[in-house]
C-alpha cells in the first residue's frame, strides 16, 4: 500500500486555499479577457495542438468511462467472492494464483476500497463542482463575448452561463491525483496531461484562466479530502503483508471466470 505515504497534505493547506482563491479572483478582474484575446491569436499550430490533439485526449479520460470500468471491476470482485465460499473452486484460484485463500480475501477488500474512492471522488466532485457553477454563475467567453451576455448572473443554471470552475479541468485533475494515488508513478507526465487538458479549455471558447485554476483546485482538492476522511483509516486496518500487486489482481479476475 505505497498511497498510505503519499500524504499530499499541502491540497489541503489552507495556505493553497488562499493562494487559490486570491488567484481565481484576481485573474477573474485582470487576465480573464486580456489572456483570452490574446489566445486568440495565437499561431494556428497551438490552436492545431489544443484542438485536435490535446482536447479529444479529455474523451479517454471521461470520469463516465472511468466509473463504468469501476463498476464492472466492482461486479467481478462480488462473483469471486462467491466463488471462495466454495472448496473446490478456491483451492484451484489458489493454486493458479500462488497464494492463500486469505491474500485472496484481503487483496479483494483492498481493490474494492479503492474502487470505492474512485467512484465516490468522482461524483462527490462533480456534484460540488456544479453546485459551484449554479452559485458563480459566470458567462462562457464565446456567450459573453460574441452573445451579449454578462460577465457573471449569480444562481443561474443555464449551460452558457456556468463556466466558473472549469468542469473538464476538474475531471482532469480527480481522475489524474487518483491516478497517481494509487500507482505512485509517472507523477509529473500525469500532471502535465493534465494542465494541458485544462488550458486546452480557453482556445476550445469554452473558458477563461480563472476557470481553469477553480477547477483544477477543486479536482484535486476533493479526492485527497475524501480520502483523509473517509478511506484512509480503513486502508490502514489491512494487512499490508496479504495483499497482492494490481496485476495479479487482474489475473485472479480473469481466472475467476475460468475456474
Known amino acids: 500500500m505505497k498511497h498510505l505515504k ?24 485582470f487576465i480573464d479577457i486580456p489572456l483570452y484575446e490574446y489566445s486568440r491569436s495565437a499561431n494556428r499550430m497551438i490552436f492545431y495542438f489544443f484542438q485536435k490533439i490535446i482536447d479529444p485526449f479529455s474523451d479517454i479520460v471521461d470520469p463516465g468511462n472511468v466509473i463504468v470500468i469501476c463498476i464492472i471491476l466492482w461486479l467481478l470482485i462480488n462473483q469471486t467472492r462467491k466463488i ?16 492463500k485463500k486469505e491474500f485472496i480475501l484481503e487483496s479483494m ?70 491516478i497517481i494515488l494509487y500507482t505512485n508513478r509517472y507523477t509529473f507526465i500525469i500532471f502535465v496531461i493534465a494542465c494541458l487538458l485544462g488550458i486546452a479549455r480557453i482556445f ?11 477547477g483544477a483546485y477543486v479536482g484535486s482538492f476533493f479526492p ?10 480503513r486502508f490502514k486496518k489491512l494487512n499490508k503483508e496479504k495483499l497482492f500487486d494490481f496485476k495479479t489482481f487482474l489475473k485472479m479476475l480473469y481466472l475467476k471466470i475460468l475456474v
Open 6 to 29: 503519499k500524504k499530499f497534505e499541502f491540497l489541503l493547506s489552507v495556505r493553497l486555499f488562499i493562494v487559490v482563491l486570491i488567484s481565481t479572483v484576481f485573474c477573474f478582474h
Open 109 to 178: 477488500r483492498y481493490y474494492l476500497l479503492i474502487i470505492k474512492h474512485i467512484i465516490s471522488s468522482i461524483l462527490i466532485t462533480g456534484i460540488i463542482l456544479h453546485v459551484l457553477k449554479y452559485i458563480l454563475g459566470v458567462a462562457r467567453p464565446k456567450y459573453f463575448f460574441f452573445k451579449g451576455y454578462e460577465r457573471q448572473d449569480f444562481f443561474n443554471f443555464e449551460h452558457k452561463v456556468n463556466s466558473l470552475p472549469s468542469g473538464h479541468t476538474q475531471a482532469a485533475f480527480t481522475v489524474a491525483i487518483l
Open 204 to 214: 476550445m471558447s469554452a473558458h477563461f484562466p480563472s476557470d481553469i485554476i477553480l
Open 84 to 99: 471462495t465460499n466454495e472448496p473446490k473452486k478456491v483451492r484451484i484460484l489458489s493454486e493458479r494464483l500462488e497464494f
Open 224 to 233: 485527497i479530502f475524501i480520502y483523509k476522511v473517509y478511506f484512509l483509516d
